[in-house]
């Protein structure tokens, strides 16, 4: 499950216009600033291959990167990202979405979620609509680094983990994969390459 090289490739803001050659791809997907593009570089040992920031709403496109000329990382625009103009955040929302509904190599979409604060309803709508609409799913808690903070909710993150899972059950009947992460301390990095490998069959 090794990375051995990551190119990008490139940016589209249309389903139609992201590569065609058909091979299998997993997409990254979760709120503004919960690290998608940090975990994308911890997974392939790059610091600044995908764009990260401080700031919410940095990656605005469909961010394809090729990883060892045989499979995609998709990185994408998150969602929930209350400053910036509402027309913006409505177009990243519908054709990610769309991306999700057409994409016909897309694996398995890893939607990541903050284990540093309480379980938000946003995160649960969206992990709702995507087994709604038989997208497969793999659960990716970030920031798992992070020490528990008053501002926070109090709880330490693996608290903040197993209540997001319990809230979750009622919309599945099968609980998704889960895996817990950090692109600070590249904790669950390996988990989720291998992970990523068994789902390829390779
Ligand atoms: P958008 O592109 O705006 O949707 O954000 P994103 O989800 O790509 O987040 P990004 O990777 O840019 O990270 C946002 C901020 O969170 C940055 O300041 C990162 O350094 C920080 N961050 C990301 N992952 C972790 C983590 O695992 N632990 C800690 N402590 N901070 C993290
Ligand atoms: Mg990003």
Not at 27 to 36: E, I, P, T, W, Y
Not at 72 to 85: I, K, R, T
Not at 112 to 124: E, F, M, Q, R
Not at 172 to 197: C, K, Y
Request: hydrophobic share 35%; proline share 5%.
């Amino acid at each position: 499950a090794n990375v051995i090289a990551a190119d990008f490739v490139k940016s589209s803001v249309r389903p139609d216009d992201c590569p065609r050659d058909g091979l299998p791809e997993f997409a990254l997907v979760g709120r503004s600033n919960v690290g998608k593009s940090s975990l994308l570089n911890s997974l392939v040992r790059r610091k600044r291959l995908a764009l990260t920031s401080k700031k919410p709403g940095k990656t605005q496109c469909i961010n394809h990167f090729k990883v060892n000329d045989s499979w995609y990382l998709v990185d994408l625009p998150g969602y929930g990202y209350a400053a910036a103009p509402q027309e913006a955040r409505m177009n990243w929302d519908e054709f990610t979405r769309n991306y999700f509904l057409s994409r016909e190599n897309l694996v398995s979409v890893f939607l990541l979620i903050d284990a540093s604060i309480p379980a938000k309803k946003i995160d649960l709508d969206y992990a709702s609509w995507l087994g709604q609409n038989k997208v497969p799913m793999t659960l990716v808690f970030t920031k798992c680094d992070k020490r528990k903070k008053k501002k926070n909710g109090g709880k330490r993150p693996e608290e903040n983990v197993q209540n997001f899972q319990s809230l979750i059950r009622e919309y599945f009947e099968a609980a998704p994969p889960w895996i817990m992460t950090s692109g600070v301390t590249n904790q669950g990095r390996d988990e989720i390459l291998l992970h990523m490998s068994q789902l390829r069959n390779y």
